[in-house]
């Protein structure tokens, strides 16, 4: 690849990522054409070939904007969040994942060893009497091959290296992005000042809830239902309905998408400003609409009733956390390190 | 001295109610564990779970809750949307590893000082039972209380481990 010295550098990489962060950026549509004019791509698995050894011969610094997608889940991602941070002046964590762990770091709720069992042993199309599992390093008669080490924990961006801006969403909205393009964009072509460090960009500073239209109402309820069970009207509230709906723990910017369409916010902007755990803000949430029963029940009473409740509530880790566990508080589940 | 394992107990007590039992067990000399470093908070609705996962984070082994019965909030049911956030949030603690007897909530009116007191010495005995539960050491392997995360170059140690 050809470059040219005028322009500034833009790279973008997925760490452990679906790919959704890169199609976020193609969705720009015929605005990627500006981007392409204005910068010169040195690093972006995704559409062109660039090799580790290119990013590694670049100076340090030499990357204007890195757009760095993916959590960090094994010694390959780790490796490339170190390059990648050293050879770049601003580094976003793009999408949630490279925010605040997302899907991937949902393993957080369970162990290394869980996971390589369920995925090499323990599915009935495997076929593994030896309990053969891949290995970070191999020797053999032609030389030793290596693959990246899996870790326990999967971490977010900025628990492993400093990181300028956040940009949320799983994956982020396009208008979002371009939005965050252009302050970059005036910033390296004009001068104009960029948002302060550690800012959240891409994104608003209220609760999914106060962009959603959908109509709310003062309501409690007495069992939740899973999104397959109902088909919800279409203007109230899904929360009000039975409905798990992360808006009201979930910071604005998609345009609540999600409620529009009969489907609750599964969460993806992550908390809102102020709030460190989402999912603790999200009990209080949930707790506010759960039926307690008449007045003047007996104290046990009142438990039976609410514990019903909760009980058509699955998985409320896994629900409540689906985006920002690398973020919790607790970061990770307490497991028995021996379970197969 | 016996070195019997003293768990940490993070209680936060209504002001109305459970705190004023609390002095009440003070004023009347009732013996019982002196493992609860209460907190006063004003209504135990003020309790927000980020507070209870926090104290666990940090080197607590267990948080009591304790407000007014049901039906004598000061804020007529501060006490009914703490009990659905308790009981959501033991639901959720026990996919993380954490045990149901780790976070308790008791009603205690300011007269029930011995309901307190003996509140705290059964949730002191089960969290002996338990032993400790050192969140920083034992599940995220940091030493000492609220560190940050493990630093990266630990990481590829843990997973080769
Ligand atoms: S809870 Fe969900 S559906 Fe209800 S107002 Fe908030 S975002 Fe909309
Ligand atoms: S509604 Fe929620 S899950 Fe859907 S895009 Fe918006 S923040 Fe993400
Ligand atoms: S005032 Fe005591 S629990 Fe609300």
């Known amino acids: ?340 | 001295m016996n070195n019997q394992f003293e768990p940490v107990i993070l209680g936060f007590l209504c002001n109305w109610c459970s705190y004023r039992a609390a002095d009440l067990a003070g004023t009347a000399r009732i013996h019982y564990a002196p493992n609860m470093r209460p907190i006063r908070v004003m209504c135990s609705g003020r309790v927000d779970p980020q507070f209870v996962l926090k104290a666990l984070r940090e080197g607590a082994d267990g948080v009591l809750i304790a407000g007014c019965h049901p039906g004598e909030c000061h804020y007529v049911n501060g006490n009914i949307k703490t009990i659905r956030r308790y009981l959501l949030l033991r639901k959720m603690l026990k996919q993380w590893g954490i045990e149901e007897e780790r976070v308790q909530l008791v009603w205690a009116s300011a007269s029930e000082g011995k309901q307190l007191a003996e509140a705290v010495d059964r949730m002191t005995e089960m969290l002996r039972a338990l032993g400790p539960l050192r969140w920083n050491e034992t599940v995220l392997g940091q030493p000492g209380i609220n560190g940050d995360m493990a630093p990266a170059e630990t990481l590829a140690e843990e997973a080769s481990a």
């Open chain 1, 1 to 340: 690849m050809t470059t040219n010295p005028e322009k500034p550098k833009l790279a973008m990489y997925w760490a452990a990522s679906c790919g959704g962060c890169e199609i976020s950026v193609l969705n720009l549509g015929d605005r990627i054409l500006v981007i392409d004019e204005i910068f010169d791509i040195v690093f972006f698995p995704a559409i062109a070939d660039f090799k580790y050894d290119d990013l590694r011969s670049y100076p340090d610094g030499y990357i204007d904007l890195c757009l760095f997608n993916g959590a960090i889940r094994n010694s390959e991602n780790e490796e490339l969040a170190h390059l990648l941070r050293q050879k770049s002046k601003v580094m976003v964590a793009y999408g949630s994942c490279a925010y605040e762990g997302c899907i991937p770091a949902l393993a957080n709720l369970t162990s290394r060893d869980f996971l390589l069992n369920t995925v090499y042993v323990n599915q009935p199309t495997n076929d593994n009497p030896n309990r053969i599992m891949p290995q970070p390093r191999y020797p053999m008669e032609e030389g030793v091959l290596e693959l990246p080490a899996f870790y326990e924990n999967v971490h977010s961006l900025d628990q492993i290296v400093d990181v300028d801006y956040y940009l949320p969403g799983c994956p982020p909205e396009s208008h979002q992005v371009w939005a965050v393009m252009q302050v970059v964009i005036q910033a390296l072509t004009k001068g104009s000042p960029l948002p302060p460090k550690g800012a959240i960009i891409g994104a608003g500073e209220v609760a999914v809830c106060e962009e959603c239209p959908l109509e709310k109402h003062e309501k409690t309820i007495t069992r939740f239902y899973r999104p397959y069970e109902i088909t919800p009207e279409p203007d109230v509230c899904l929360l009000e309905q039975g409905l798990i709906c992360m808006g009201p723990a979930t910071r604005n910017g998609c345009g609540a998408l999600c409620p529009q369409v009969g489907m609750g916010c599964r969460g993806c902007y992550g908390p809102l400003p102020g709030v460190v755990d989402q999912g603790a803000k999200m009990i209080s949430a949930i707790a506010s609409v759960i039926d307690a029963g008449e007045p003047g029940m007996e104290e046990e009473d009142i438990e039976l009733a609410i514990k019903a409740v909760i009980d058509t509530i699955p998985d409320p880790a896994g629900t409540f956390y689906r985006f920002s566990m690398a973020h919790s508080l607790l970061f990770r589940a307490k497991t028995d390190q021996t379970s197969t």
